[in-house]
């Protein structure tokens, strides 16, 4: 298994263009989010608190922190965190009586549309070709620029 350094670092290597990195900014934590409110659209029939019911999107969420655990407890802590807060904007959108799934499907769309166009200045292919775990780790590589900043080890 690569460690989180090695997976950062390759990463990386097709993201040094500052305008595909600002893209990259911008659109995978939309991505993640658009994502997450997608399957936070799917019920599965439990009340969790008065307002939430258990749904696929924390379900996927626990397997994804698991994930980054297995890489970094560290960082998967700060995943957990914005894990959270997706959960927490899916819950408001619904709550503002918006079509959840219509608000995270267009955001998906526009956000791969900004990925690609970003790489596409970079002149390089996104990373998840050479390896479908790259999606995973997009957020991360983030993730990994947010704890250095704050002086915390990843």
Not at 117 to 139: A, N, R
């Amino acid at each position: 298994m690569k460690s989180i350094n090695t997976w950062l670092s390759e990463y990386g290597e097709s993201h040094q263009n500052p305008t595909n990195k600002l893209v990259h900014w911008i659109c995978v934590p939309t991505i993640f989010f658009s994502i997450v409110g997608l399957f936070y659209g799917i019920k599965l029939g439990y009340q969790i608190t008065p307002t939430l019911e258990l749904n696929v999107a924390i379900v996927l969420l626990a397997l994804v922190v698991a994930y980054y655990v297995r890489l970094s407890p560290s960082l998967a802590i700060g995943m957990l965190m914005f894990s959270a807060l997706c959960l927490f904007v899916a819950q408001q959108i619904e709550a503002a009586g918006l079509v959840l799934w219509q608000v995270c499907l267009t955001l998906f769309v526009l956000a791969w549309i900004g990925q690609f166009w970003g790489h596409k200045v970079e002149g390089k292919k996104p990373s998840f070709f050479q390896d479908l775990q790259f999606l995973m780790i997009g957020p991360a590589w983030l993730m990994s620029f947010i704890y250095t900043r704050l002086g915390l080890r990843y």
